[in-house]
């Protein structure tokens, strides 16, 4: 059961680091007009979005099994790694970006959406910790 998250993990990295470049590369091939890097904004804040959607709909599903007391589907589940690790990226890009001046912080439903995601992140991959890699003496 590790190997087979540590597998998902390794696959949820190359998966982030391709979306990653595509976001990298699609800014540098904008052409420079007036709205030049708006284009970038919003493809962050739709996949940033998504993975709150994506990552809400996935811990909802994991409490109802935990509350039936069902077996876990999603112990080992490959979008379930996905989505923690994808939305501590968003997070982590989200206050780099802060850092560097390049958003501005504000009361804005972008702030809501990161700290969202980092929440998810955080509680998704405790789950998986949990439920796989603590070892009971």
Do not use: C
Request: hydrophobic letters at 55%; charged letters at 10%.
């Amino acid at each position: 059961m590790k190997q087979k998250i540590l597998t998902y993990a390794v696959i949820s990295f190359a998966i982030i680091n391709v979306w990653t470049l595509y976001m990298f590369f699609d800014y540098f091939i904008e052409k420079d007009q007036i709205m030049h890097s708006l284009g970038l904004f919003l493809n962050f804040v739709y996949t940033a979005v998504a993975a709150v959607v994506h990552g809400s709909i996935l811990v909802l599903i994991r409490l109802g099994f935990y509350s039936q007391k069902k077996a876990n589907p999603l112990q080992a589940n490959f979008l379930y790694v996905l989505s923690g690790l994808f939305n501590l990226n968003i997070f982590i890009i989200w206050a780099v970006s802060l850092s560097l001046n390049i958003l501005e912080l504000g009361s804005g439903r972008l702030q809501i959406t990161a700290i969202a995601s980092l929440l998810l992140g955080i509680v998704i991959l405790l789950d998986i910790y949990k439920s796989n890699f603590k070892s009971t003496i």
